[in-house]
């Protein structure tokens, strides 16, 4: 759905990024992680022309992003960043309206769009609609600040940092929500951040930056057991890289025909925690079954180990 082309952006003699190519496919995850100064989220903000390529380009469903006023170009595409970025003196509902508003919609669709997002992310409309930011906490002031990037019903939603500023429990929420909210609506999301583990558990790609260069475009697995070079396998983690490809598996996609003793695990557990439980019950295998009980196999501690072992 996006594809870069050899994207740069210098600033005089400075290359924040240098020759960026990769295509995003549609419906997906895409996070685009790297530290600080690796030009990640210049490289995100190409994407709606907030910041305007040196050379290069970018295309939107096959159309050069040049080919429109900038912020006609924007209108149509989400931005979520750190901090939420809401108008505090406007309420809730008059938030998320804001692009809806720009384009012209009804007072009626703005209206039913905005009680279904609300819906969407567990807040109800009657509750608060005619709240003000300073009356949400901060998971809900991220929630709005997405619901309204999604407003104008856009295919590409773009979130930089999105939950940098959340701790670890509401964090851990907010991801969910946007796993939930992105099978929902089936938005094309780029995402930047600086935390591997958040780009592992969100990303069905994985874009890992460093000085204005991509260094590996791939699957978090790949990223994993076959990273493209020392750098790479540093940023992914050298100590904690098998426990991490444990919980991009679950236990359904490795499970074995037949019944084993040991604990019931579901199916769509990861590995990670099919390992723990196992381990907990001090058994060597598991029965494996699905959402309604189902069998679907059994699991070993080898086989889990196996798997989370790089290549």
Known sequence: MI????????????????????????????VIVGTSGSGKSTLLRMIN???????????????????????LLRRRIGYAIQGHGLFPHRTVAQNIATVPHLLGWSELR???RVAELLRAFQLDPAEYAGKYPHQLSGGQQQRVGVARA????????????????????????????????????????VLVTHDID??????????????????????????LTRPADSLVARMTGLADRALRLLSLTTAGQIATPGSAGGPTIAASASLRDALSEI???????AQVVDER???????????????????
């Open 3 to 30: 594809r870069i082309e050899n994207l740069s952006k210098q600033y005089g003699a400075t290359t924040v990024v240098d020759a960026v190519s990769m295509e995003v496919e549609r419906n997906t995850i895409t």
């Open 49 to 71: 022309r907030l910041v305007e390529p040196s050379s290069g380009r970018v295309l939107i469903d096959g159309k050069d992003t040049r080919s429109e006023p900038a912020h």
């Open 110 to 112: 703005i209206g039913a």
């Open 150 to 189: 999604l407003a104008a019903e856009p295919s590409v939603l773009l979130m930089d940092e999105p939950f940098g500023a959340l701790d670890p429990i509401i964090r851990s929420k907010a991801q969910d929500d946007l796993l939930d909210i992105q099978r929902r609506f089936g938005t094309t999301i």
């Open 198 to 223: 958040e780009a592992f558990r969100l990303g069905q790609r994985v874009a890992v930056m460093s000085q204005g260069r991509v260094l590996q475009y791939d699957r978090p697995a790949a990223l």
């Open 279 to 285: 381990l907990w019950h001090g058994a060597e295998s």
């Open 293 to 311: 009980g189902a069998p679907r196999g059994s699991l070993t501690v080898a086989a889990i180990l196996a798997h989370g072992r790089p290549e």
